[in-house]
């Protein structure tokens, strides 16, 4: 009993550090939705992080939103809105009331009113930006005019920068006397006379080094300036790559207009591992709170794509209909060729477009992979050939049968390491996304590739 007791208690605290919202708090939130008591629920809420706040929000129905909205008044945080998935953002701004939209955003960095905004409808966009300070919004509407996903969209214009000739004791007087510093930030950015940015210090050199130290002794030897017109994508590459936790952006005359931090540059790696994904599966960039008619709408093409690979695939089957009405079981063992193929090429194609993601995979080491997936299929297609032999031989009492897809088992597997790989290569190279359309020619010629096989075979082999 004792030990039941303890496994229970494991449990209990597995399940309060799984960071996910607790069903119990939630339950007591929506009660005190219900009831309308606002002391209650601003109790429970405020032992919540507005990501937990955020996600809350989007579990919820759109009934039970906007009465928490409601209820929640004045006290609205505008981190939450950062927070939300882009296509409950726009719902959510609409039910704010005018002054707690704009009391809101006041606070936000400029990186988050940028990212807030850029998708809203033109009033809208006004709504927000009326209530900021005229510099602030200045800086958003400057943010706005640059390319959609590029670093002048991701950086915040909040810098913290000094002159390169200072010492740490003048960069501490600095820090010291200013009111509007960020709330988070990791270096002070160090700055020619023509506010061209020269090196990062960090914040904990800063403090470890006595007064009298120069600042342009303490730089970081890893210092990389981001082009404000540079992709997003590349710039959360060269974080990720080099490990870097902010970095200058520099527009066309190399001056420093902004920084990015981490946290902004893994938001675009975590959105561009998750486009991925979505796109292998042909399901678009859609969200749980998209509405029917739009995931619809989002789906239907690449459904439509699939259904003329499956009718490619038919016609090559209807070239051996009078093999498959003579011998039955062709028809019984057509699908289990099809398919190891099928799930070989995805197996290659996920990784390659994995690898070209990261620049893993580059023309320096294209052909070694290439040469690796092939033969790995082909050592998968050799055993599970034995395997399927054995099967037809043991299923239908003859070893021709067990002969036939056996080799259509292993070619099907060859062609598909080989065009899981090669099909992503070279959509890449032509400037079309991998993830977006490499499934659908690889379910096709794997899919073509069996059929014709294995039909082919059994009609040489068996007839």
Avoid: C
């Avoid at 550090?17 to 929506?30: C, D, E, F, K, W």
């Avoid at 893993?360 to 040469?371: A, C, E, K």
């Avoid at 067990?402 to 062609?415: D, H, R, S």
């Amino acid at each position: 009993m004792a030990d039941e007791e303890q496994l229970a208690e494991t449990e209990a605290e597995r399940e309060d550090i799984s960071y996910a919202l607790n069903p119990q708090a939630v339950a007591r939130i929506i009660y005190a939705v219900d009831i309308g008591d606002r002391a209650l629920f601003l109790q429970e809420m405020s032992a919540l992080h507005p990501a937990d706040i955020a996600d809350l929000l989007e579990q919820i129905n759109a009934f039970d939103r906007r009465r928490l909205i409601e209820l929640y008044g004045s006290d609205f945080d505008g981190d939450v809105l950062s927070e939300l998935d882009e296509g409950l953002r726009q719902e959510v701004i609409g039910l704010l009331p005018p002054d707690v939209l704009a009391e809101a955003v006041r606070d936000l960095d400029s990186d988050d009113v940028v990212d807030l905004v850029e998708d809203l409808e033109d009033h809208e966009q006004q709504t927000i930006l009326s209530a900021l300070e005229a510099g602030d919004r200045i800086a958003v509407q400057q943010s706005l005019t640059y390319p959609e996903y590029s670093a002048g969209r991701l950086m915040q214009r909040e810098v913290v920068m000094a002159p390169e000739h200072w010492n740490v004791g003048e960069a501490i007087d600095y820090l010291r006397d200013q009111e509007d510093l960020p709330e988070q930030f990791y270096h002070i950015v160090l700055v020619d006379p023509r506010l061209r940015p020269v090196g990062n210090v960090t914040l904990g050199k800063l403090m470890a080094s006595r007064r009298e130290v120069l600042l342009r002794d303490l730089v970081e030897d890893t210092f990389h300036v981001i082009p404000v017109t540079q992709a997003e994508a590349d710039v959360a590459y060269a974080f990720n790559q080099y490990h870097l936790i902010s970095a200058p952006v520099v527009d066309e005359t190399e001056r420093l207009v902004g920084v990015i931090t981490i946290d902004d540059a893994m938001a675009v790696l975590d959105e561009e591992h998750e486009e991925d994904i979505l796109r292998l599966a042909g399901v678009g960039e859609g969200s749980l709170n998209d509405r029917v008619i739009d995931t619809t709408r989002q789906r239907l093409p690449w459904l439509a794509v699939n259904l003329v690979t499956a009718i490619l695939a038919s016609l090559v089957i209807a070239q051996f209909e009078e093999a498959i009405t003579q011998i039955v079981a062709l028809a019984v063992l057509m699908p289990i060729v099809a398919s190891m193929g099928g799930n070989a090429g995805t197996q290659s194609l996920t990784v390659a477009v994995r690898a070209i993601a990261t620049r893993d995979l580059t023309g320096s080491n294209v052909w070694r992979f290439i040469r690796r997936e092939v033969l790995v299929g082909l050592v998968n297609g050799i055993i599970f050939a034995i395997v399927m032999g054995i099967v037809g031989i043991a299923w239908f009492g003859g070893p021709e049968l067990g002969y036939v897809i056996g080799a259509a088992m292993v070619i099907n597997l060859v062609v598909a390491g080989l065009a899981g790989t090669v099909i992503p290569v070279a959509l890449e190279r032509v400037g079309i996304d991998p993830a977006l359309a490499s499934g659908a020619f690889v379910t096709t010629v794997t899919d073509v590739v069996g059929f014709f096989a294995f039909l082919g075979l059994a009609a040489v082999v068996l007839l």
